[in-house]
């Protein structure tokens, strides 16, 4: 069977749709723990490569000469929801580097939360580039771009040296060869790879110590967003909120496309999900019921949801069912 049902939601008693979904439970030795449907199933993880995208670029110690705290740290991480700190975060640290808004390769865009989107239209009437929820990882590209003398422009083509080195790292750390290279929202390159090898990947940062190099700033990676988990998301942003119940068992870590990825160190391991029909709704949901299920969270409510109509009466549930 290559996928699963977990996610079922219901109105007024009746089943109206079903989401199905592949996920694994890794360590780094690579054993699988355990198995929803075909781990081997391809997939782009999206915005939940961010803390293998951070561990290539803090490396040979970037973090510590770019004087970098571990706020800043857990923004590189992040799919932000462009709330009041991450604003601030990203204009100080353009400033830090001596760049502009315009050298973020990312795409302009509103921030997430409606109430922001409308203080926001009032006060600049258009998109900006620092609202991105990729922004955070682009201003760290930029700032190592510039501390080793690479080329400024570019900076996003997989031909980059920082973009060649980052699929160096993920074939090393998921002993996967990559064939395919995508392009992400954002316009950084992504890797097509088995879920299961990119939940080996992930596994590698949770046992850090075997990093050798890498192992310290695995570490801080880890720590960092477990210190400040709305500063990776934002406050109503699930993987923050699912971070901050784990109570510092895990980093959570969404990814576009119904894609997330949790770090569980204690586990040495990593746990990864992907729901075919891509909808946001049911990973998230799905996320937690899987992270219940292991004891990493728990929180009954979160893996089933109340559905509202538009007189905020309860009318039915999305939850998980595998």
Wanted: hydrophobic share 35%.
């Amino acid at each position: 069977m290559n996928s699963v049902k977990m996610v079922e939601v219901t109105r007024s008693n009746f089943t109206e749709s079903t989401h199905y979904g592949v996920a694994v439970l890794i360590n780094s030795n690579g054993e699988v723990l355990r198995e929803w449907g075909n781990s081997n199933t391809l997939i782009y993880p999206r915005s939940a490569l961010k803390p293998i995208q951070s561990l290539n670029l803090y490396k040979d110690g970037v973090a510590e000469d770019l004087n970098l705290s571990d706020d800043f740290i857990a923004l590189s991480t992040a799919s932000h929801h462009a709330e009041n700190i991450h604003q601030k975060m990203i204009n100080n640290w353009l400033k830090k580097i001596n760049l502009k808004e315009k050298h973020l390769s990312c795409g302009p865009s509103w921030p997430w939360n409606t109430k922001d989107q409308f203080k926001t239209h009032t006060k600049y009437k258009v998109k900006r580039k620092i609202f991105h929820n990729c922004s955070g990882k682009h201003c760290g590209h930029l700032a190592v771009s510039k501390y080793r003398n690479l080329p400024i422009k570019n900076y996003q083509n997989k031909d980059h040296p920082i973009q060649k080195e980052l699929i160096k790292l993920i074939e090393d750390l998921s002993k996967y060869k990559i064939k395919n290279i995508g392009v992400d929202g954002c316009t950084l390159p992504n890797p097509l790879i088995p879920l299961k090898k990119f939940a080996l990947a992930a596994a590698q940062l949770a046992d850090y110590k075997k990093l050798g190099e890498h192992s310290t700033m695995a570490k801080r990676i880890f720590d960092s967003c477990v210190k400040f988990p709305e500063i990776t998301g934002g406050s109503k942003s699930i993987n923050s909120i699912l971070t901050k119940l784990s109570k510092g068992k895990a980093f959570i870590k969404n990814g576009a496309e119904g894609v997330f990825v949790a770090i569980i160190p204690k586990k040495k391991s990593a746990l990864a999900v992907k729901i075919v029909d891509g909808t946001r709704r049911a990973a998230e949901v799905a996320i937690a019921g899987l992270l219940s299920e292991l004891k990493i969270i728990n929180n009954e409510k979160i893996k089933k949801r109340p559905i509202k109509n538009s007189a905020n009466q309860v009318i039915g549930s999305i939850k998980w069912i595998c």
